[in-house]
Every structure is written in C-alpha cells, then in structure tokens.
C-alpha cells in the first residue's frame, strides 16, 4: 500500500512538472493578445539626444511596429519598460521566442538604452545583438523574436 502512494505522489510530482514547463514554454502558443501598458504619463524631456538623433527630439512613445502586437503604442515616462511573456512586464508579448523576462529599456541621462535581460534568442538593436545596456536612437528597430519596436518622438 505505500508503494502504491509512493508511486502516485511520484507521478503527481512529474505531471505538475510537465504542466509549469509546457507553461513556460508555450505561453503564447494560444495566440492571445496581451498588451499592458504600465508606464504612466509623458515627462518633459525622457528621451532622445543619441547620434542619430537631431537635437530637440525626444522619444515619447515606444510603438510596435511589427509581430503580434503591431500598432501598440505605450507612453514613455520615469520608469523603465520590461518586456517579456511574463504577466508581470510592462509590454507582454506572446512571441514564441520571446523570454519570460527578455529586454529591458531604461531611461538615463535624457537617453534610452535597451539591455538583454539574458534571453535564449537575443535582442536586436537594427541588426546588431545587444551585449550590455545600449542607446537606442529614434526610429531604430530593436527586435525580440518576430516584435519589431521602435521609439517615436
């Protein structure tokens, strides 16, 4: 008899491990469309002054430009923006070779960099791989998977 239990805990555990990996790896399979914008309001001066960037110009708006998504536009502020299949990014793209937690993009300096936040797949800054916290100009695609983004004054 406590073979029996033994061996059903067992295959409870490898079920329940089988369910949170098919989770993790397949979240966007289904095709939902999920896109949160959490970066309240506009400041004044957030973004812009990069060398392709004529002076005056700030970014404003991050916009979808490509994948799923195409046509989301999120307001740029303070805070930094986390993309990622997780529920908890402030852009949730349902790519299947997105990361959980893939990029980030932060504003420091009146610039935004992007950064890699360790991804399987890498993220594009144009057609060049992100290494380390990168400036990204206005209108210069940066890819995750098949999402195309770019900033937008």
Same mark, same amino acid.
């Given at each position: 008899m406590a073979r029996f239990?033994? /061996? /059903?805990?067992?295959?409870?555990?490898?079920?329940? @491990? &089988? *369910? =949170? @990996? %098919? %989770?993790?790896?397949? &979240?966007?399979?289904?095709?939902? /469309?999920?896109?949160?914008?959490?970066?309240?309001? =506009? #400041?004044?001066?957030?973004? *812009? *002054?990069?060398? $392709? &960037? $004529? $002076?005056?110009?700030?970014?404003?708006? /991050?916009? =979808? !430009?490509?994948?799923?998504?195409?046509?989301? %536009?999120? !307001?740029? *502020?303070? #805070?930094?923006? !986390?993309?990622?299949?997780?529920?908890?990014s402030t852009l949730v793209v349902t790519d299947d070779y997105a990361s959980a937690r893939h990029a980030r993009l932060v504003p420091r300096s009146g610039q935004w960099y992007v950064e890699d936040l360790g991804s399987t797949n890498g993220t594009y800054l144009d057609r060049t791989r992100v290494n380390g916290p990168t400036p990204v100009p206005i209108g210069v695609p940066i890819r995750i998977g098949r999402t195309t983004l770019e900033l937008r004054p």
């Open positions: 239990g033994l /061996l /059903l805990l067992l295959w409870i555990f490898v079920f329940a @491990v &089988v *369910g =949170v @990996v %098919r %989770r993790d790896m397949f &979240v966007g399979a289904a095709g939902r /469309l999920v896109a949160t914008p959490r970066a309240a309001g =506009v #400041s004044g001066d957030v973004g *812009g *002054g990069g060398a $392709k &960037v $004529k $002076k005056g110009r700030a970014a404003h708006q /991050l916009v =979808v !430009t490509g994948g799923q998504l195409a046509g989301t %536009r999120i !307001t740029l *502020g303070e #805070s930094p923006i !986390t993309i990622g299949r997780a529920e908890d």
